[in-house]
């Protein structure tokens, strides 16, 4: 059973999701709040596998909730998705640095919500397509120069490929069709690369690939 704490100031919303959620097998809603302190209470006190976090709440917005929340080391396995009516590039590059594992739109289909749940309870991250070619062109435009990022002296020749291919959005079976190797090969690549740089998903990885200089904006790959 997936347990989801739906943080958001307006109890509409809250109502909609926690009935489409409460609907799904397999999901289950342990807590509704309304405000950042309160959302970071109780995801202390329940330990919810997925908080859905909008970013405009008060007493303490979304990110500054996440960002303690996912400093907690008793609260490493919770997943917190961003949903948010705003696609402002400096919201979705804060949200992938405090460690969000997706950012939706709440105008994303319901389909897409609660795929959403699973692919990070899965271990995998999420951007809805709009977010992601704004996470990119953010990155291209935020990026420091290459070689101010993460080393990468500890990842092989092949993981490099690997990390390129994650930086510029390619989803498992485009990284498979492309290096012609396993899934499971594919999976084991990320998962290790994840591991050497502390990254907590594939997310903050498209990150590490721009601020390494591994992937250069605009140009792809870094040679």
């Given at each position: 059973?997936i347990?989801?704490l739906?943080?958001?100031?307006?109890?509409?919303?809250r109502?909609g999701f926690r009935?489409?959620l409460?609907?799904?097998?397999?999901m289950?809603?342990?807590?509704e709040s309304?405000?950042?302190?309160?959302?970071?209470?109780?995801?202390?006190?329940?330990r919810?596998?997925?908080?859905l976090?909008?970013?405009?709440?008060?007493d303490?917005?979304?990110l500054?909730a996440?960002?303690?929340?996912?400093a907690?080391?008793?609260l490493?396995?919770t997943h917190i998705?961003?949903?948010t009516?705003?696609?402002l590039?400096?919201?979705?590059?804060?949200?992938?640095?405090?460690?969000?594992?997706?950012f939706?739109v709440?105008?994303?289909?319901?389909e897409?919500l609660?795929r959403?749940v699973?692919v990070v309870?899965?271990?995998?991250?999420l951007?809805?397509?709009?977010?992601?070619?704004?996470?990119m062109a953010?990155?291209?435009?935020?990026?420091?120069a290459?070689?101010?990022g993460p080393?990468?002296?500890?990842i092989?020749?092949r993981?490099?490929?690997?990390?390129?291919?994650?930086?510029?959005?390619?989803n498992?079976?485009?990284?498979?069709?492309?290096?012609?190797?396993?899934?499971?090969?594919a999976?084991t690549?990320?998962?290790?690369i994840?591991?050497?740089l502390?990254a907590?998903?594939?997310?903050?990885?498209?990150?590490?690939?721009?601020e390494?200089?591994?992937?250069?904006?605009?140009r792809?790959?870094?040679?």
């Amino acid at each position: 059973m997936i347990r989801i704490l739906i943080a958001d100031d307006q109890t509409l919303i809250r109502a909609g999701f926690r009935a489409l959620l409460s609907a799904e097998p397999g999901m289950e809603v342990v807590g509704e709040s309304g405000t950042g302190r309160e959302t970071v209470r109780l995801a202390a006190r329940l330990r919810p596998d997925v908080i859905l976090m909008d970013i405009r709440m008060p007493d303490g917005d979304g990110l500054d909730a996440a960002r303690s929340i996912l400093a907690d080391p008793n609260l490493a396995g919770t997943h917190i998705i961003i949903l948010t009516t705003f696609e402002l590039d400096e919201y979705i590059v804060q949200a992938v640095r405090v460690g969000a594992a997706g950012f939706l739109v709440k105008d994303t289909e319901p389909e897409e919500l609660l795929r959403a749940v699973r692919v990070v309870m899965d271990g995998d991250a999420l951007l809805s397509p709009s977010v992601a070619r704004r996470l990119m062109a953010a990155m291209a435009e935020l990026a420091p120069a290459p070689g101010a990022g993460p080393p990468l002296e500890a990842i092989t020749g092949r993981g490099r490929e690997v990390l390129a291919l994650v930086g510029e959005g390619l989803n498992y079976a485009e990284i498979v069709a492309r290096l012609f190797i396993t899934p499971l090969t594919a999976k084991t690549h990320v998962s290790r690369i994840m591991a050497k740089l502390g990254a907590r998903d594939r997310v903050q990885l498209v990150v590490a690939a721009y601020e390494s200089g591994l992937v250069r904006p605009g140009r792809g790959t870094a040679v």
